[in-house]
């Protein structure tokens, strides 16, 4: 096999990083190339320079042996090359056929083209209907979309950012067996992980990145997650275990037949859902993005007043009606999936931010006026107790890493001594050292008696240290799961929607 | 083709620098306009610029300018800051002097020393509730407050219309559209003899004060900057949008209301048609160009009282319009939109 893309020593640096550095690699034709690293690697950086989003500062790419230009991503498609990005580009009024003839470069009629991604579904077992409205698809049904919409320019090679992040198991599994016929029938796919097991179960190769380097490009054949982790991180991660079955007594936290019936198309509305939390316990609610997760979290955090019948308990107190200050002074606290702009303001000092969630607190004002004394005294114990790698209270929020940043909202929340921690997404997007920080810090805290709720998409996170899980599916909650006996393939019916 | 790109890492220093790269491009490029009519720009800015305060009358009546000019500026701080835009004060401003003047119509022989503070009071109170109706249609229905707040100034200036020429015409006034002049008790004390320059200057100086630390030491101005910055971290902070709208809009209202009270009750004497050159607006650009920072808007709205006296020396020593000032006006503004934005996003052609 001859190699169908070359990178030979490219260089890309923005102001204060260096995202791509001498980076030199080959990839086969018709394999599956895997291109591993944490966030910050360089891997999103490098992709785009082959896609012509970014052009290097040096460096040359080889597309067939021949030296290739790509300034644009349309020249990346003369080329044969596509992509398929972790966030889609889909009207979501317009039906799949006429999403599809929106990125044709060629001129073509709908009867032509219709009959022509049909081909390409059937043959490669995509299940899409292609005149529904985008809205009406699930998360899964848009990623093929996004797919076929790539096939449809002939690629000889596909590149995909983080597929797998959106998708359930059962999913994960049919994407895996649609990729690999693709390659048998001449593509050649690079795929973006940082998901080990996954990245050893479908690529031919796999190239580790770290801090913009090429670590190492090796065959995935005589690996296993553990070695290829340690390759990845240059240090071995020691997991987090839950303390196995404890019988938890009191309640703290109750939800009860909590619906909604909003009439906008846009959102999920939230079917019955009922949620007991006992103090010390992590309870966990999986799902694929887009069933109910930003409905749901609203509605805990009421920052908009958000319809919804049902009744909230906390501590025995219906809370339903208490705004996001009340709730917060009754000791309840948020970590939101975005952090920047919502948990954080960027353009503020962490002292600021600091007091950004604590102004209910009497300790931090003195009447109208702030004490900036003992703020920013909190603001480094909380720096120093989360290991927040930043050189004062007085850099601005956005100039933090995204692990630093959430570790630092984290620690914040978590120094408020909260009972109950609300945490949406709290992993994703940092590295895996703050990770497995983040992850270790929540058990201990539940250890000392606060309940804690995670939202996330993330089943392995949730399986590391919740003690029991919950599936939303289209608005509603799966009874809960016990860790301790949960097996993945009943979790995977779960994100399917198979529950009662 | 031009592509504009978000900086990543853009200047703080840059941003309190920009004022005076806008204030130096105004300058070269407004030398043009006096070169296009014939006329030395050097010796066009002396006469624009220097002159007008080469003595100490000059100097009074810089101030006398950049006194409402402050005030409102520094009121209109806090919506800016609150990214409420209230481009009324030209109403409010009318409404104080309304409101402000027309106790001191109703008052008009008393001799009493709570006259003038009750006029200030009403001033206030005029220009406050003036304000609050684009507060209340924006918080009630959404209403856009830049439309809102703009049409009302409308409304006010043919509120004090109808008044100068209905209700409160001077009898004795030869059927002019003014009112009768305020008693002696209801005019504003001035500095020093001879001189225009009046109390309305300590106000300034207070509000300014008050303002720094509302700003940087009180919960309140921290709300105002978390609500600026982001609207959706104001609300996981717990804090009230719609309530900070009212406060704002009350604030700048009340400050607009007692530059236009300032106005009548100083300087003027009486109610008539035009007793603002505009000042409600052009303390919008001072607002601007001081960075919203009331140390930056005393400095900006003594920069800008200055185009209003150069204009009228221009006008008196090189016959050119006096409307040459605003031309200055919105250089400033021009140039100072520029600077921010090419500060925060880099331009370059592909």
């Known amino acids: ?500 | 083709m031009i592509k504009v790109q978000l900086r990543e890492d853009y200047s703080n220093l840059i941003f309190y620098l920009s004022p005076l790269v806008a204030v130096a491009l105004t300058l070269f490029f407004g030398s043009f306009i006096f070169l296009i009519l014939d006329l030395s720009p050097i010796e066009s800015f002396k006469i624009f610029f220097i002159s007008p305060i080469s003595n100490s009358y000059g100097i009074s009546e810089l101030f006398v300018k950049a006194t409402p000019l402050a005030i409102i500026a520094l009121g209109l701080s806090y919506c800016f800051k609150n990214n409420i835009y209230n481009i009324g004060a030209e109403g409010q401003l009318t409404m104080g002097a309304i409101f402000g003047g027309g106790i001191g119509l109703l008052f008009n022989d008393s001799t009493s020393v709570f006259l003038l503070p009750l006029m200030i009071l009403f001033g206030a109170i005029g220009g406050a509730f003036w304000a609050t109706i684009p507060a209340i249609l924006k918080t009630k229905f959404n209403t856009n407050e830049i439309l809102t707040s703009l049409m009302l100034t409308y409304v006010a200036l043919f509120i004090l219309d109808y008044f100068v020429v209905g209700p409160w015409k001077d009898p004795a006034g030869y059927g002019l559209p003014k009112s009768m002049p305020f008693p002696d008790a209801g005019r504003l004390p001035v500095l020093f003899d001879g001189l225009r320059v009046h109390i309305g200057v300590y106000f300034a100086i207070i509000i300014c004060f008050i303002t720094y630390i509302v700003y940087n030491k009180t919960l309140f101005g921290f709300k105002l900057k978390v609500s600026g910055l982001s609207s959706k971290a104001s609300k996981y902070a717990g804090f009230k949008y719609k309530n900070l709208i009212f406060y704002t809009f009350i604030i700048s209202g009340a400050c607009a209301g007692l530059a236009g009270l300032f106005e009548v009750s100083g300087p003027i004497g009486l109610l008539y048609r035009d007793i603002s050159p505009n000042y409600g607006f052009t303390a919008i650009i001072v607002a601007f160009l001081g960075r919203l920072n009331p140390i930056g808007i005393i400095l900006s709205s003594l920069l800008i009282a200055l185009t209003y006296l150069g204009a009228e020396d221009a006008q008196l020593f090189l016959k050119i319009p006096s409307a040459v000032g605003f031309v200055f006006q919105g250089l400033v503004l021009f140039f100072l939109l520029g600077t921010d934005f090419l500060n925060k996003y880099r331009v370059f052609i592909k």
């Open chain 1, 1 to 500: 096999m001859r190699y169908i893309v070359e990178f030979k020593n490219i260089f890309k640096s923005y102001p204060g990083v260096i995202a791509n550095d001498d980076v030199s690699f080959n990839i086969k034709e018709q394999s599956i190339h895997a291109i591993l690293g944490e966030n910050g690697a360089g891997k999103s950086t490098l992709v785009k320079i082959l896609y012509g989003h970014v052009k290097p500062d040096s460096g040359e790419i080889l597309i067939n042996s021949n030296l290739a230009i790509i300034n644009s991503p349309s020249t990346a498609k003369n080329l044969g090359i596509n992509m398929v990005f972790q966030h889609f580009s889909l009207f979501e009024s317009l039906t799949v056929a006429e999403n599809l003839i929106l990125g044709m470069n060629e001129n073509i009629s709908l009867t032509k083209l219709k009959d022509k991604s049909k081909t390409i579904c059937d043959k490669y077992g995509f299940n899409l209907n292609l005149n529904s409205p985008i809205s009406s698809l699930s998360v899964g049904q848009r990623q093929s979309v996004e797919i076929v919409r790539s096939l449809l320019n002939n690629p000889k090679i596909l590149i995909m950012d983080e597929p797998t992040s959106v998708l359930t198991p059962d999913e994960i599994g049919k994407l895996f067996k649609i990729i690999k016929n693709l390659v048998k029938d001449g593509l050649t796919v690079i795929f973006i992980s940082h998901k080990l097991e996954e990245i050893i179960n479908l690529s031919d190769y796999v190239t580790i990145m770290r801090n913009g380097k090429v670590v190492s490009t090796i065959s995935t054949q005589n690996e296993n997650p553990e070695t290829l982790g340690y390759k990845m991180l240059g240090y071995k991660v020691s997991k987090v275990k839950q303390v196995s079955k404890i019988n938890f007594s009191q309640e703290i936290f109750n939800i009860k037949n909590l619906s909604t019936q909003s009439k906008d198309p846009f959102t999920i509305n939230l079917n019955k859902i009922d949620l007991n939390l006992k103090k010390g316990q992590i309870f966990g609610i999986a799902g694929v993005a887009g069933n109910g997760q930003k409905e749901l979290m609203e509605i805990l955090l009421n920052e908009n007043d958000y319809e919804f019948s049902g009744d909230i308990f906390f501590k025995d107190l219906n809370i339903n009606n208490l705004s996001t200050f009340q709730r917060k002074s009754l000791s309840i606290s948020y970590v939101t999936e975005e952090r920047l702009g919502h948990s954080a303001v960027p353009e503020m000092s962490l002292s600021e931010n600091i007091f950004l969630s604590m102004n209910h607190k009497s300790e931090f004002k003195k009447g109208d006026f702030i004490n900036f004394e003992k703020i920013n005294s909190f603001a480094s114990d909380v720096i120093k107790s989360f290991n927040v790698d930043t050189p004062s209270y007085n850099v601005k929020a956005g100039k933090l890493s995204g692990g630093n940043l959430q570790k630092f909202i984290i620690g914040r929340e978590i120094m408020s001594n909260p009972e109950l921690l609300i945490l949406s997404q709290p992993t994703w997007g940092i590295d895996a050292g703050s990770e497995a920080f983040i992850k270790k810090t929540i058990v201990e805290l539940s250890q000392k008696g606060v309940s804690i709720i995670i939202i996330s998409h993330d089943l392995d996170e949730l399986l590391e240290v919740c003690h029991e899980i919950s599936v939303l599916y289209e608005g509603s909650l799966s009874n809960p799961l016990n860790v301790e006996d949960i097996n993945i393939t009943k979790l995977g019916k779960y994100m399917g929607g198979l529950f009662d």
